[in-house]
């Protein structure tokens, strides 16, 4: 029988099928907390540092103290993973607010909680999404401002984004792209974007509302190794539409190309040369033990 995975709950180790929370912690009951989403692949935690640094980030906006150092922390995800006998994985680490009672004061929770699953590696587009892209639609849900729950912030409520999904689902497209409240493009549901444009690489600013995303930062640092201009600025969705190439980032996305956007093509309707050049030069960045922490 295969080993059932452990998870991590506040410094103790629960089999996957046992490992719960209580129904009154207010990361259930009102999405108040942060988490991060994070990739290792073969021995290498690729840009743990920058995710925890992140986290740390979100946590002191939402003014949420968490129980362990950065030092610590990485040491739990890294005692996680070989609990689990896991060189190639999906991370996903969560601090919540804690238990508290049915009203939303956060001082009511004395005790933040501090989350780590790892599973094997999820594909959120893989296959035949990587090599001719995906399909996409622009949604009628604007990315939350700046001044609002905004996705600068890591938080566990994701609501801008599921309903967003949603649309895409019924529309029967792969994903959906959100503008922000002005109307220039932001992000996809839970992916960053870029366009490509007679050789140059654009890709939004945070200030729509967009996370600062580790492997957008990532991606950002190729390209400029690779001799091209990657710049940020707002995007209209009309140059999106009429983009050379498009492609989405992400942790689980990777580096992921979009052939349509509302029934326009993009491209060829596949993967254009700049992408394909930055995917193959993200996939050994990912591996290389300079970009992360090693398991082992």
Not at 23 to 39: A, P, Q, S, W
Not at 89 to 100: E, N, Q, S
Not at 101 to 127: A, F, Q, Y
Not at 203 to 208: G, L
């Amino acid at each position: 029988m295969e080993k059932e995975l452990s998870v991590y709950i506040d410094g103790k180790f629960y089999p996957k099928s046992g490992a719960k929370v209580s129904v009154y912690d207010h990361g259930l009951l009102y999405g108040d907390g942060v988490f991060e989403g994070i990739r290792a692949y073969e021995g290498v935690v690729f840009k743990l540092k920058e995710h925890i640094d992140r986290l740390y980030r979100s946590a002191h906006t939402i003014m949420l103290q968490i129980p362990l150092t950065k030092d610590e922390m990485t040491k739990a995800v890294l005692e996680t993973l070989r609990k689990n006998d896991l060189k190639t994985a999906y991370i996903r680490l969560l601090v919540t607010r804690g238990v508290g009672d049915l009203g939303l004061d956060p001082r009511k929770c004395p005790k933040p909680s501090i989350i780590i699953i790892t599973e094997p590696v999820i594909e959120l587009h893989s296959g035949e999404a990587k090599a001719k892209g995906v399909t996409t639609m622009i949604s009628w849900v604007k990315r939350d401002p700046v001044d609002a729950t905004s996705h600068e912030i890591k938080s566990l409520n994701y609501l801008n984004s599921i309903l967003a999904k949603i649309e895409a689902n019924t529309t029967d497209v792969d994903e959906a792209i959100c503008l922000d409240k002005v109307g220039f493009v932001c992000e996809g549901v839970a992916e960053n974007i870029f366009i490509v444009r007679e050789g140059e690489i654009f890709t939004p600013p945070v200030s729509t509302g967009a996370l600062p995303g580790i492997t957008r930062e990532a991606v950002m640092e190729l390209a400029e190794r690779m001799g091209y201009a990657a710049t940020e600025r707002n995007i209209t969705p009309n140059e999106l539409f009429n983009a050379d190439e498009v492609f989405f980032t992400g942790t689980a996305a990777e580096v992921t190309p979009v052939r349509e956007i509302n029934k326009r093509k993009i491209g060829n309707e596949e993967a254009g040369p700049i992408t394909k050049r930055l995917m193959q030069e993200f996939y050994k960045m990912v591996k290389d033990p300079k970009e992360g922490t090693l398991i082992y």
